[in-house]
C-alpha cells in the first residue's frame, strides 16, 4: 500500500517563500511520477507542478511557472515544492499526488495516490 503525506504548509506573507515536502511510503518511490495540485475554497482541483520519475520531465502550470520550483530526491524518497514570491491568490490546500509511470498527464484522474493535503495561507 503506497502512502503520501505532505509537510511544510504555513502562514506567509505576500512575496515570502516556502517549500513544501512530499514523502512517498509504500513502494519503490523513484518508480512514480509527482505532481502538486492545489484546492481553494470554492474551486476546483487545479494543477500546480509535475516531475517524472526519472527527473528528466517538469511542468508548471501557467499560474506559477517562474515562481514554483518542483524537484525530488528519490534517496530520500521525498518530492518538494519550492515556492517564491507567494501571493494571496497561492492560498490552497496543496495536495501531492503520485502516479505509475507509464502514465503521463496533469489531469487529477490519472493519479492514483494522495496525500491528506498541507493548508498555504499568503497574507497581503
Known amino acids: 500500500q503506497v502512502q503520501v503525506e505532505e509537510s511544510g504548509g504555513g502562514v506567509v506573507e505576500a512575496g515570502s517563500s516556502l517549500r513544501l515536502s512530499c514523502a512517498v511510503f509504500?513502494?519503490?518511490?523513484?518508480?512514480?511520477?509527482v505532481a502538486w495540485f492545489r484546492r481553494a475554497p470554492g474551486k476546483e482541483r487545479e494543477f500546480v507542478a509535475r516531475?517524472?520519475?526519472?527527473?528528466?520531465?517538469?511542468s508548471y502550470s501557467d499560474s506559477v511557472k517562474g515562481r514554483f520550483n518542483i524537484y525530488r530526491d528519490n534517496a530520500k524518497k521525498t518530492a518538494y515544492l519550492q515556492m517564491t514570491n507567494l501571493k494571496p491568490e497561492d492560498s490552497a490546500v496543496y495536495l501531492c499526488?503520485?502516479?505509475?509511470?507509464?502514465?503521463?498527464?496533469?489531469?487529477?484522474?490519472?493519479?492514483?495516490?494522495w496525500g491528506q493535503g498541507t493548508q498555504v495561507t499568503v497574507s497581503s
Open positions: 516531475i517524472s520519475s526519472d527527473i528528466i520531465s517538469t
Open positions: 499526488a503520485a502516479q505509475d509511470p507509464s502514465i503521463s498527464g496533469t489531469s487529477f484522474p490519472s493519479y492514483d495516490y
Open positions: 509504500g513502494r519503490s518511490f523513484s518508480t512514480y511520477n
